[in-house]
């Protein structure tokens, strides 16, 4: 699949990234199309044009041409799925946890912070009880993201009144005081509502928020649809909710169109049944256990990258953002850096990138601040690795040369 990448079209999107941090504590702005050429249904995800390494400091043996390309998703996946479950309802602990451990899924799981001291949230007439700070903090550890779905999911976020704010910005600070090993870079909208002036505000405290509402062109059902490789707003992401694809052919044909649209699936859950669990533990619109685990197997797809929201969210900033340089060159070393300007505290995903070596790098190694990552050459003389931006040179050194095979 790889080596077939090199013959994909060059890419006809032209993206503008703006990712400055802006001044103050904690400001993004989204990723902006701003021009797209029309889709073509069913046509295999197409590439990002090479960029190219201009050696400009180095001295003159060194000018030669090296072609990279950042890939539109990790690892060259054609397309990426999040899991979400919104409420932080105890089915989502006992049921849905375990089963995307025995997987190896990680999910995203956004919490109403008020509220899990009590243990329960009273949605309207149906009191739900709640997972505890406990088992958020344990769902953390296990590598999945504790998101925001605000403080106490009272009413539609929408407009500038005061609330609207202290919902979006105090949710974070609390899961930030009670999970303490990652940050808190997420919101959910309750009830999917948001406006320009609400957008605003998440912006200032996250690096996305996801909706569910919103139309979209291929999935114009209730809870909305897929969100492209670039979101048009990323604090509106849309997402497909439960009741959208509930059936095996369902999910069979959403995964048809997100791989050939190398698009982002974002899965809205609620509550997962198994017939026995206390009904009052019990999510929204719960979905049998039976189809839920139909559902993880399905995404298990080794042509799908599944990872939590917060994850595809840093790599789309990041990719965008990310420039490949070449600090030295000899016979068996090549020396790089990956750098872009956003924050390194908050956007630590690696990027996967493809670099063309040239004929007689059969055999490399790729090492970033010591350790070794993970990469491969393929037959087009190009070199694929994982790298952290901002976090020291990478060094691809020829094996081979060494006397090593
Ligand atoms: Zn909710």
Redesign the pocket.
Known sequence: MQSSSATRKICTLSIILVAAVLAGNCAYQAPTVVEKTPEVVAAPPELPALRRIWPTTLSNHAFRVMDYVIAPWFRFKDAAVSITF??GTLDQYQLAYPELEKRNLKATF?L?SDYLDDGYWQDFRIRRRLFSWSQARELARAGHEIGS?SKT?AARLLGSEPFVEEEIRDSRARIEAEIRARRCVSF?W??WANDDQSRDAARKYYIAARAGGASAKRFPQTNGGMPSRNPADIYQINSMGILSARSMAGWQQLGREIVADGAWAVINL?GIDDGYIARDALG?EALPLDKYRALLDYVRKPELWVTPLGAAARYIYEREAALLSLVSRADGALVLNLTDSLDNALFDQALTVRLRLGPGWRLVEVRQADEIMWSYTDDDGFVVFDAFPDAGAIVISRLDLKGRS
């Open positions: 919104d409420d956004f109403i779905h999911h959910s309750p009830f609620h929204w």
